[in-house]
């Protein structure tokens, strides 16, 4: 026969202090979704005040075609970044009431996309964000050689640590902040 007595106790005594409880989830996608949406938010109103001075110097700047031609560049790089950063706010504010596992779908999801975004979007936008940069400044340098070269020198060297330092550190952060997310809503969702 089974002793109850003995089972009341072991189960008392057992340590579940390594168990997160629902608060703790609850409060981490919270914390998530309202940093995600304020990021999102300030990137698109950055890039839409960036848009208008663009605007702005494609029309009243200046007279060569290399400064309309590099106006029309960063704005069609700013679109991209503006549709993209529109439709991860979309995402976000989609997924406001969603259970676990929609969670940690969107996480995953949210991972595939920015892997996509660092390794195939980004590059190109680069590219096409430096050479409009270059082309931009061309007309008011462009009666200064020395100046120029200076110039044009500078903005390569900030452009190449850009790319080379500083891009790889933000990947690797934002990548490892993500992976501890998900790594940690895992351990709440088994």
């Given at each position: 026969?089974?002793?109850?007595?003995?089972l009341?106790?072991?189960?008392?005594?057992?340590?579940v202090?390594?168990?997160?409880?629902?608060?703790?989830?609850?409060?981490?996608?919270?914390?998530y979704r309202?940093?995600?949406?304020?990021k999102?938010?300030a990137?698109?109103?950055?890039?839409?005040?960036?848009?208008?001075?663009?605007?702005?110097?494609?029309?009243?700047?200046?007279?060569?075609?290399?400064?309309?031609?590099?106006?029309?560049?960063?704005?069609?790089?700013?679109s991209?970044?503006?549709?993209?950063?529109?439709n991860?706010?979309?995402?976000?504010?989609?997924?406001?009431?969603?259970?676990?596992?929609?969670?940690?779908?969107?996480?995953?999801?949210?991972?595939?996309?920015?892997?996509?975004?660092?390794?195939?979007?980004?590059?190109?936008?680069?590219?096409l964000?430096?050479?409009?940069?270059?082309?931009?400044?061309?007309?008011s340098?462009?009666?200064?050689p020395?100046?120029?070269?200076?110039?044009?020198?500078?903005?390569?060297?900030?452009?190449t640590?850009?790319?080379?330092?500083?891009?790889?550190?933000?990947?690797?952060?934002?990548?490892?902040?993500?992976r501890?997310?998900?790594?940690?809503?895992e351990?709440?969702?088994?």
């Amino acid at each position: 026969m089974v002793d109850w007595i003995d089972l009341k106790e072991v189960w008392q005594s057992a340590e579940v202090e390594g168990l997160p409880d629902a608060k703790e989830a609850v409060r981490l996608v919270k914390r998530y979704r309202r940093r995600t949406i304020f990021k999102k938010t300030a990137m698109i109103f950055l890039l839409l005040l960036m848009a208008g001075l663009v605007v702005f110097v494609l029309f009243y700047g200046g007279r060569m075609i290399t400064t309309q031609i590099g106006a029309l560049g960063f704005l069609i790089g700013i679109s991209i970044l503006l549709i993209s950063n529109l439709n991860s706010l979309k995402r976000a504010l989609r997924n406001a009431n969603c259970s676990n596992r929609e969670f940690l779908e969107y996480l995953l999801e949210a991972q595939r996309g920015r892997d996509f975004f660092y390794r195939r979007v980004q590059p190109i936008i680069f590219l096409l964000l430096v050479v409009s940069w270059f082309l931009l400044f061309y007309e008011s340098l462009s009666e200064k050689p020395r100046l120029m070269a200076g110039v044009y020198f500078a903005f390569a060297i900030y452009f190449t640590a850009i790319w080379f330092y500083i891009r790889r550190r933000i990947i690797k952060n934002h990548s490892e902040k993500l992976r501890k997310t998900i790594q940690k809503f895992e351990s709440f969702s088994e």
